[in-house]
T-cell receptor, first 117, second 110 residues
Framework: DSGVTQTPKHLITATGQRVTLRCSPRSGDLSVYWYQQSLDQGLQFLIQYYNGEERAKGNILERFSAQQFPDLHSELNLSSLELGDSALYFC????????????????FGPGTRLTVL | DAKTTQPTSMDCAEGRAANLPCNHSTISGNEYVYWYRQIHSQGPQYIIH???NNETNEMASLIITEDRKSSTLILPHATLRDTAVYYC???????????FGTGTRLQVTL
C-alpha cells in the first residue's frame, strides 16, 4: 500500500460525458502527479501540482483539467469523453519538487480504470 | 530527456539473481537513473535511483557504469512476486515528470 488513494476504482461511462477522478496523496506529500496508461500509448505524464499550484504539464488534452485543493487532494476532470480516453489513470505523490532537497520518489496510487462506451 | 533502451522481456528462475540491463547512452550529467516496476495493472512502484554511484536498498541494487551510458538493476533473489514490467527512466534533476518507456517484462518461474 503506497498511501495514495484514488476513487473510484472503476468508472464506466458513455462518449460525450464528463467524469471526475479523485486522488488523495500520502500524508505530508505536497506534489501530486497524474498519469494516463493506455494500451497504445503506454504510461504518459499528464500534469503535476505542487501545494495547490500547477507546476508541470505533459500530454494533457484541452478537454482534461485538474486542480489541487487546500487539503492537497487532487481531482482530474475529463470532459467530452471519447472512446480513446479509455485507460488507467494513475495519481502519484511525492514530498517535494524535483531538484529540491526532499526525496522526489513518486508513490503511485492503485489507479482508476475508465471505460468509455 | 535521455532515451532508454531495455530488452522487451526476460526470464529468471526463482531464487536466482535477475539482472535487468538498460542503455541510456545520451544521458547528461544532471540526469538521474530511476527504476520502477509495475505488477500487472497496479500502480508503478519505485525501486531505486542513482546518479553515478552504485546504490543498494532492501529491494535491489543499481549498478551504473563509469561512463553512465548504461545501468543494471539487480534483484538478488528473485521470487514469483517479482514478476512485473520493469521501467528504467532517466530523469533530469530539475524535472518532475517520469517518462516511461516500454520497459522489460520479467517473468520469474519455478
Amino acid at each position: 500500500d503506497s498511501g495514495v488513494t484514488q476513487t473510484p476504482k472503476h468508472l464506466i461511462t458513455a462518449t460525450g460525458q464528463r467524469v471526475t477522478l479523485r486522488c488523495s496523496p500520502r500524508s505530508g506529500d505536497l506534489s501530486v502527479y497524474w498519469y494516463q496508461q493506455s494500451l497504445d500509448q503506454g504510461l504518459q505524464f499528464l500534469i503535476q501540482y505542487y501545494n495547490g499550484e500547477e507546476r508541470a504539464k505533459g500530454n494533457i488534452l484541452e478537454r482534461f483539467s485538474a486542480q489541487q485543493f487546500p487539503d492537497l487532494h487532487s481531482e482530474l476532470n475529463l470532459s467530452s469523453l471519447e472512446l480513446g480516453d479509455s485507460a488507467l489513470y494513475f495519481c502519484a505523490s511525492s514530498v517535494g519538487l524535483a531538484g529540491g532537497p526532499s526525496d522526489n520518489e513518486q508513490f503511485f496510487g492503485p489507479g482508476t480504470r475508465l471505460t468509455v462506451l | 530527456d535521455a532515451k532508454t533502451t531495455q530488452p522487451t522481456s526476460m526470464d529468471c528462475a526463482e531464487g536466482r539473481a535477475a539482472n535487468l540491463p538498460c542503455n541510456h547512452s545520451t544521458i547528461s550529467g544532471n540526469e538521474y537513473v530511476y527504476w520502477y516496476r509495475q505488477i500487472h495493472s497496479q500502480g508503478p512502484q519505485y525501486i531505486i535511483h542513482g546518479l553515478k554511484n552504485n546504490e543498494t536498498n532492501e529491494m535491489a541494487s543499481l549498478i551504473i557504469t563509469e561512463d553512465r551510458k548504461s545501468s543494471t538493476l539487480i534483484l538478488p533473489h528473485a521470487t514469483l512476486r517479482d514478476t512485473a514490467v520493469y521501467y528504467c527512466i532517466v530523469r533530469p534533476r530539475t524535472a518532475s515528470k517520469l517518462t516511461f518507456g516500454t520497459g522489460t517484462r520479467l517473468q520469474v518461474t519455478l
